[in-house]
């Protein structure tokens, strides 16, 4: 399995940024796909899940602004930055495996359960 981000750089508060996970090396549309990001100094935390079904889980300091979303032909996974504030600058990473649907959640508070595999990480710094 490989996954490698791409889409981060700098962005001025109130922008946005689309960042994309390319995937390859397994069966794409049944695994449970999902967002993460680490700030300096801070433990990693979930942002965005989506299971083999197309079901979305956000943290709440992100709902309403990020939109996670995926390209089964493409096998591509994406997340949709807007409104982007100075404290969602981190570096953030795509990670999947085959997790049940109904473990595959970020919870409100970006909780996330355990993924096998990871990218290497794009870094988003907002201004």
């Known amino acids: 399995v490989q996954l490698v981000e791409s889409g981060g750089g700098s962005v001025q508060a109130g922008g946005s940024l689309r960042l994309s996970c390319a995937a390859s090396?397994?069966?794409?549309?049944?695994?449970?796909m999902g967002w993460f990001r680490q700030a300096p100094g801070k433990e990693r935390e979930g942002v965005a899940a989506?299971?083999?079904?197309?079901?979305?889980s956000y943290a709440d300091s992100v709902k309403g602004r990020f939109t996670i979303s995926k390209d089964n032909a493409k096998n591509t996974l994406y997340l949709q930055m807007n409104s982007l504030k100075p404290e969602d600058t981190a570096m953030y990473y795509c990670?999947?495996?085959?997790?049940?649907?109904?473990?595959?959640?970020?919870?409100?508070?970006?909780?996330?359960?355990?993924?096998?595999?990871w990218g290497q990480g794009t870094q988003v710094t907002v201004s």
């Open positions: 990670a999947a495996d085959l997790i049940p649907r109904s473990w595959c959640v970020v919870t409100a508070t970006g909780d996330y359960p355990d993924f096998g595999y």
């Open positions: 090396g397994y069966t794409y549309s049944s695994y449970c």
């Open positions: 989506i299971d083999s079904d197309g079901s979305t």
